[in-house]
């Protein structure tokens, strides 16, 4: 896990437009996995996140979504 819960000035640091961000409430996480860097691999976490009653995956690159497994794909953003 990379990210958690963040302070409104934390998240808007890093580069997030959204006021009211899961993150800044505690219900989101960035999750990066060491190593994952086939597409495969991201597109199961995304997967597996998303067999979690109430969790959405989002694939993300920094703060923008990206299609899951894109080479440009840093972490899967969790949000509850």
Do not use: F
């Not at 998303?50 to 989002?58: A, H, K, L, R, Y």
Request: net charge neutral; hydrophobic share 35%; with cysteine.
């Amino acid at each position: 896990m990379n990210s958690c819960y963040r302070n409104p000035q934390r998240n808007r640091d890093v580069g997030s437009v959204l006021i009211n961000s899961n993150h800044t409430i505690g219900h989101a996480m960035d999750v990066t996995v060491l190593g994952a860097r086939t597409s495969q691999k991201w597109i199961l976490l995304n997967d597996a996140a998303e067999q979690i009653e109430g969790v959405n995956g989002i694939c993300e690159n920094g703060p923008k979504q990206v299609a899951c497994g894109s080479s440009n794909q840093s972490h899967v953003h969790l949000a509850w």
